[in-house]
């Protein structure tokens, strides 16, 4: 089992930034990919970013790359989000999720196996 918990979503003015903290607790964090997604409403959850187990790889969805990066701290078993330059059409709830696959980093909503509450995120213009 694994809990996740986002934290840091807000509302800011486009151009701005925000970051996103996600805590995780029960299985040993290190074991396991990361990943954020976005839902808006009437959407579909979208991809957004994704981390492998030791931080050495990351993927990201064209629409924020250059702007989001996303990290991770084994030490503190927490996930980040750093989202800069924000525009009005990232406005959406951004969850986070544990892949517990084996595989590196996925980008698809139904390999990952846990998800957090989510946290809003509203980009003003």
């Known amino acids: 089992q694994v809990q996740l918990v986002e934290s840091g979503g807000g509302l800011v003015q486009a151009g701005g930034s925000l970051r996103l903290s996600c805590a995780a607790s029960g299985r040993t964090f290190s074991s396991y990919a990361m990943g954020w997604f976005r839902q808006a409403p009437g959407k579909e959850r979208d991809f957004v970013a994704s981390i492998t187990r030791a931080g050495s790889t990351t993927a990201y969805a064209d629409p924020v790359k250059g702007r989001f990066t996303m990290t991770r701290d084994n030490a503190k078993n927490t996930v980040y989000l750093q989202m800069n330059n924000l525009k009005p059409e990232d406005t959406a709830v951004y969850f986070c999720?544990?892949?517990?696959?084996?595989?590196?980093?996925?980008?698809?909503?139904?390999?990952?196996?846990?998800w957090g509450q989510g946290t809003q995120v509203t980009v003003s213009s």
């Open positions: 999720a544990a892949d517990l696959g084996p595989y590196s980093t996925r980008t698809s909503p139904s390999a990952y196996n846990y």
